[in-house]
């Protein structure tokens, strides 16, 4: 029999499969990832880390930390400390809603209004166009309005650097009798201005409607900045980092351990003296029994014999 043939019957007499079962009956095979590196017996994937102090942080950024930290380590002189005493956030929150009102004009704005008066001119109608009532800013200006006593309200970054530009000016405002606030954002009274950042702004005047909010405003201010004598002469800063502070407290544990022992010592030596002295005395009186019982009468007896003694020579 040729070989061809015997192939044929060896097909022939396989069971034929049924369609459709083959598939379900096989097991999914996991996919293996080939870059994963096994860190242990059991295969398991890498922990995960905090990589926090693994990261390289930018410059700006490792700076903004050194100095924040530098901050509170130093001891901070009060002007430099009044401007962490900042305005509550709902008093700031009012206090931004109403800036808003007075935020100056944009470049466009004062375009269009210039031009409307020009169109008026050419016309022939002599319409005035009065400059509208706006927050001032720049700190130059503030300076001058103050010293005019002109602004009624200064409301100052406290975050301004260098702090030297800001540091002199709510002593002149207590001075001048003019109510001020410190506040969080030099960026913040930036975006009232259509500036980046701003050091100080200052209102000069308010409208009829907004004059009972503007009062409230300084009701709130004045008390807190002006009338506050607490945030001129507290010092800041001085606080020690947690490594320092258990420093300190493992030194006090320390010492208070060593004059625990330096007390016991002396409370030990004092019981020795005590001790010693008892066996002095104790020694003492073995000495004079001794001496009393050679002689042969003890000294109490001998001073009775010299009093019956007397005694008699007086019959």
């Not at 503030?142 to 650097?161: F, N, P, Q, W, Y």
């Not at 980092?241 to 330096?262: G, T, V």
């Amino acid at each position: 029999m040729s070989s061809k043939s015997k192939q044929a019957r060896q097909k022939k007499n396989q069971p034929k499969k049924q369609k459709g079962k083959g598939r379900k009956g096989k097991k999914k095979q996991k996919k293996v990832d080939k870059f994963a590196k096994v860190y242990s017996k059991q295969k398991k994937s890498v922990p995960v880390r905090d990589l926090y102090q693994v990261m390289r942080w930018p410059k700006y950024i490792k700076i903004q930390r050194q100095r924040k930290v530098l901050m509170k380590r130093l001891r901070v002189p009060p002007a430099i400390n009044q401007f962490t005493n900042t305005l509550e956030r709902n008093t700031a929150y009012q206090l931004f809603t109403l800036l808003a009102k007075y935020s100056p004009e944009t470049k466009k704005q004062k375009k269009t209004r210039l031009q409307k008066v020009a169109e008026s001119k050419v016309i022939g109608d002599n319409v005035k166009s009065k400059k509208p009532l706006t927050v001032k800013y720049g700190i130059n200006h503030v300076t001058s309005l103050v010293e005019r006593k002109k602004a009624k309200l200064v409301i100052i970054a406290h975050d301004v650097d260098p702090i030297e530009l800001v540091v002199w000016l709510p002593a002149l405002c207590r001075k001048m009798g003019i109510p001020y606030c410190i506040v969080k954002g030099k960026a913040r009274l930036g975006k009232v201005v259509h500036k980046k950042t701003a050091t100080a702004l200052a209102l000069t005047d308010v409208k009829q409607q907004d004059k009972n909010a503007f009062a409230k405003i300084i009701d709130i201010c004045m008390p807190k900045f002006n009338d506050n004598v607490e945030t001129r002469t507290k010092w800041g800063g001085g606080v020690l980092s947690s490594k320092a502070r258990k420093a300190i407290e493992k030194n006090l544990e320390s010492s208070q351990l060593s004059k625990k022992l330096m007390q016991e010592q002396k409370i030990r030596e004092r019981i020795i003296k005590e001790k010693l002295e008892q066996q002095r005395l104790e020694e003492e009186a073995q000495k004079k029994k001794e001496e009393e019982a050679k002689n042969g009468k003890p000294e109490a007896d001998k001073t009775e014999d010299k009093k019956d003694n007397k005694k008699t020579s007086k019959k």
